[in-house]
Each structure stands twice: as C-alpha cells, then as structure tokens.
C-alpha cells in the first residue's frame, strides 16, 4: 500500500452526505462549528459560491471545487454578489438527499428542475478516529481548498465530479451509495493534487510528494516497530545523517523523530480500535519494549491512556447504532 492510501486507511474517514443546495440570487447560510472528528465539506457541482472563514477569509468556488474543514471551523456560504437580503430557505428532498434551496417552487422543493440555480452544491462530512487520524488530518490547511483551475492534470478529478453531479441529477436507485463511495475517491484525488501543488511547502503531503524523503516515511510506516536511527534512514534515501535530518525537518516541520513517534502513535491508536490486542502487545508493535513506556507516551501524544482511549472510542461508536 502507498503511503497516502495508508495514511488515509489509518484515519479511517467514514463519508456522509448531509443535503444538497440548490441556491439563487441572495443566500447567506452560517454554518456552526463542529466536535472533533467531524470535517464537513463543500463540493460545487454546478455555478459559484463565496465560503467566509472565522478568519475572515473570502474564498469563491467555482464548479469543480472542493472545501474541506478538517477541524470542523465554523463558516458561511454566501452568493458570489455578498447581497443582502434573499428568499427564505426552504428544506425538501430530490430522492437522494435532503434539499435545501431557496427559489419560489411554490412549497415542492423537490422539484429540482423547476428553476435553474446559480450554484448547486453538494455538503457533506468525513468522520474520522480522533488519534489514529492525527498524523493526516492534523496536517490539513484549515480550510483545505482544492481548485480545477482548468488544469490538464485533473482530468480524474473533473471525471469524479461529473459521475457525483450526473448520478445527483438522475437519481436512480443506488445513487447515494455511488456518490458516497465517489466521496471517499475525492477525498483520497483532493489530498493528491494538494500535496502536489503545494511541493514546496511543509507538511505531510508535501513530504509524501519528495520522492527521495517519501521513501523514509514508507520505511518507518512499514517498520515502526524498527529503532529506526536518523543514519539507518537517511542512507535508505541516500542521504548523511545531517543532510537527512535538515530536509526532513525543512518538508515536514517537524524533526525525524517526533514524525517517528507520531507514526507509532497512529498506528498504536488504529490498532486499539481494530483489534482486541493488549496494550503492551500494541506497544511492542510500535516499538516499545514496556507498556509503562508505551502508556506514557501515548497518553503525552493522544491525551489519554491507551485504555481509556479504545474505551471511549468504542463507547462513542455503541452511541451512533
């Protein structure tokens, strides 16, 4: 498995498709912010929107364009105009998902064809395991945004989103189903085009897009339980120790071996949900040799005991059947 597949793996993003907007002229809708683990997201299938962040920020959408909040920000979306004023909301459905539009139908707002919309909007959310997620999720601009821009080479990226518009447009049975499964894939493309346009900056996914220090990374995801030193990886890229070290610090703005520890501490936290094995078992898995170690350094990173962790988590996921 590639190293994004298995990071995305360990995060275990779980999509969810709220409603789909079909909005006209004037629109202001605040969204609220959400706990931890929940990352809504904006797709614009059709026209343009502007989405204001808590920081002020005014970001226009256009077709194509994906806004992911990792951390669950609060935010607004608004008509490309910023006018004030516009018609009531009104919340129906299209026979896939709730929609939410505000046009004068006159009370059907399914009819989905009835007017044409100046933006069609498709929101949704990713549940993802708090701990086994951190090393992606925490990495994420807040809001991550992911523009076509007309680009050549986001050809799959404009295929996926014409198969979600064309299967929220006909509506035929399983269509939810496939532009839930589409959600993942745009999610998995969305990450890939943004680690490749920002392979300059410092980060996860500008790490995983050097191809000389992505390597590294692969090494300690397929060995954490390895006590792995700076020399071992650095000569797996080619690499002396100080060289290794200072462009790994300089990609991922962290040094080698907290990346190290905060690989062990996701793989630690998928374990701890995925299998029934013991604590000291996982510990050893990751590359500790006590359980007391193992404990303490879960706990410095995830914020709680490995127990209380699997506990809670498995609590939370009893309380949404």
């Not at 002020?56 to 608004?78: I, N, T, Y």
């Not at 498709?122 to 601009?141: D, K, Q, T, W």
Request: charged share 20%.
């Amino acid at each position: 498995m590639d190293t994004l597949s298995r990071l995305i793996d360990l995060a275990r993003p779980q999509a969810s498709l709220d409603l789909r907007c079909l909005l006209s002229g004037a629109f202001d809708i605040d969204h609220a912010p959400l706990e931890a683990g929940i990352a809504p997201f904006h797709l614009v299938l059709d026209g343009a929107c502007v989405i204001e962040t808590v920081g002020g920020a005014q970001l226009e959408l256009q077709a194509g364009d994906f806004m992911l909040f990792p951390r669950g920000a609060a935010h607004r979306v608004r008509d490309v105009k910023r006018s004030a004023g516009g018609l009531p909301l009104q919340l129906g459905h299209d026979g896939m998902l709730p929609l939410r539009r505000n046009d004068r139908a006159e009370g059907d707002a399914s009819a989905v064809h009835a007017i044409h919309a100046d933006v069609d909007l498709l929101c949704g959310r990713f549940v993802y395991a708090p701990g086994s997620s951190a090393l992606l999720l925490n990495a994420l601009p807040d809001p991550l945004h992911v523009s076509l821009g007309g680009a050549h080479t986001l050809d799959a990226l404009q295929t996926l989103i014409a198969l979600m518009r064309g299967e929220a447009e006909r509506r035929q049975p399983g269509a939810l189903a496939i532009v839930t499964a589409l959600s993942h894939a745009l999610f998995a493309i969305a990450l890939r085009v943004h680690g490749e346009r920002n392979a300059n900056s410092a980060g996860v996914l500008a790490l995983l897009t050097d191809a000389r220090l992505g390597a590294s990374v692969q090494a300690m995801l397929d060995a954490p339980e390895r006590a792995w030193t700076i020399a071992e990886l650095g000569e797996r890229v080619a690499m002396s120790r100080a060289t290794y070290a200072r462009h790994f610090n300089e990609r991922a703005g962290v040094t080698v071996m907290d990346f190290l520890t905060q690989i062990r501490m996701t793989i630690a936290g998928d374990l701890l949900l995925r299998t029934q094995r013991s604590a000291a078992e996982i510990g050893e898995m990751v590359g500790y040799q006590s359980e007391a170690a193992f404990g303490k350094a879960f706990a410095q990173s995830v914020g709680v005991t490995p127990g209380r962790y699997r506990r809670r988590t498995q609590a939370d996921d009893d309380s949404d059947r």
